[in-house]
């Protein structure tokens, strides 16, 4: 008898793995309004990487600015671009984006992603600065359409727990088009970023998680790699170097994905 074919994943199926091993090995990521309220501008620093810096992360890892390779993103007739910024802060890099892209003729549609709300973001979405701003764990965000780009520069990607990171990374991916790009920050560096991981803020989203198993960061990055490649995504880390990272406060690694085309073959790693 003929097996039946494995149903085609997409991002909710990694929402619910994550909810699942968060039930079964009870990782603490049921967050509540409590939780997250406690990440307010009142309580931490919002560091905001504009989109200058961002470019020159993603240039130095990429080889071409951001846009360019917004561009080169398969897009239907008349569609808007579709972007995520995913722990968008107070949505300076969304907005300046969706401005870089304007400028270059292509309209855009902006997503603000945040753990919670502020009032710089907020003013932002009012003057239609950012398009649209989704408040609420990341772990749980289920896109209702793809994106061309999503960006996590230091975002739920960083803060999330080791454990599900894999899976939270590749919810994002199968949220991309195919041609589709994903950038992530890995391994936060700066001291205020580093405040805001978890069990740094009592109350906070951050509170203590019940257990946060820490994988040597190699292992934890070849297996994201591996789990991209087999997938159909070409994704690769690339080391940002020391001096500019302390002068753009930028983790020390960029993960970079493609979602390919359909027919297209791995890209070979230089
Ligand atoms: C330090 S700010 C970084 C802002 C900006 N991306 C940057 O690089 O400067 C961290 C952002 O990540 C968001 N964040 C952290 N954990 C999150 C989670 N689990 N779900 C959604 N947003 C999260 C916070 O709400 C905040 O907007």
Redesign the pocket.
Known sequence: MPRPRPRAKGPAHFVERIAERDRRENLGLEYKWDDYRA?STERTV????CLYVINNFFWFGHGKPLVDAFAEVPRGKDQPFRLL?????EGV?AAEMGAELAKAGIKCHTTA????ENQALSARHHRGEVSEVVV????RFVPKRSFHAIVS????TS??LSPVRKDHLLKFAYSLVPGGLLLAGFEVATE??KA?TPGNIPFG?SRRPKRDRKMPLETEMRGIERAFDKRGFDARFVEYPKIARQIDRVPRWMLIVRRRLPGNRPTPRG
């Open positions: 990440l919002i560091e905001n990487r910024d995913d722990g968008a802060g890099f992603l945040t753990l919670h609420g764990p990341a772990e520069m230091i975002g739920s803060y999330t205020a970023a805001l989203f």
